[in-house]
């Protein structure tokens, strides 16, 4: 039997993600079109007052996933200064995150597990414990926030499309 490498943990799971908020975009795009909605007013959306809007929450996905691409397997991550705010900005940068997940080479994550990962507001984990106590977790609060403001805001999206293709 073949262990789970720490690039199958990571790389995929985060291009799956990106691939289906892309995707549920995709429909909000349409849904605005079809209700005759400012579709630019989405971006903007927040499921409360002190919660990040959805284009935070696409920032963030992007963030969590890039830069525990970065931290695992070393290659600098692309910088984005976090100032998309209509749909189509947010949509390339779900586009330039996803390019930069293919360009990692999986033999770079190769002992990421045991890797020391130094997160200020949490101290030094292992590679492992770094991905699969925060990076995951963190990442799958952001892609489901985003899904929920969308369906908050009558986007027409479900867990299905929340889930994107099973493999």
């Known amino acids: ?13 985060f ?3 990106l691939t289906a908020l892309s995707a549920e975009l995709e429909k909000a795009a349409a849904s605005a079109g079809e209700r005759k909605f400012d579709l630019n007013i989405l971006a903007s959306a927040r499921l409360a007052p002190d919660m990040l809007s959805l284009a ?4 963030r996905a992007s963030d969590t996933s890039k830069l525990s691409g970065e931290r695992l397997s070393g290659t600098p991550a692309p910088k984005f200064e976090d100032t998309e705010t209509t749909l189509p900005e947010l949509q390339a940068r779900i586009a330039k995150t996803i ?6 080479d999986p033999v770079l994550f190769v002992g990421s ?3 020391t990962i130094t997160l200020n507001h949490i ?9 699969l106590s925060f990076a995951l977790p963190n990442f799958f609060f952001h892609v489901a926030t985003a899904h929920a403001i969308l369906r908050q805001n009558g986007v027409p999206v479900g867990k299905r499309d929340f889930l994107g293709p099973i493999a």
Do not use: C, F, N, W
């Open 123 to 131: 101290g030094d984990l292992k590679g492992d414990a770094y991905l």
């Open 99 to 104: 390019a930069y997940l293919e360009s990692l």
């Open 15 to 17: 291009i799956r993600g």
């Open 1 to 13: 039997m073949t262990a789970l490498s720490m690039h199958q943990a990571s790389v995929p799971v």
């Open 113 to 115: 597990e045991d890797k």
């Open 56 to 59: 935070g929450q696409v920032q």
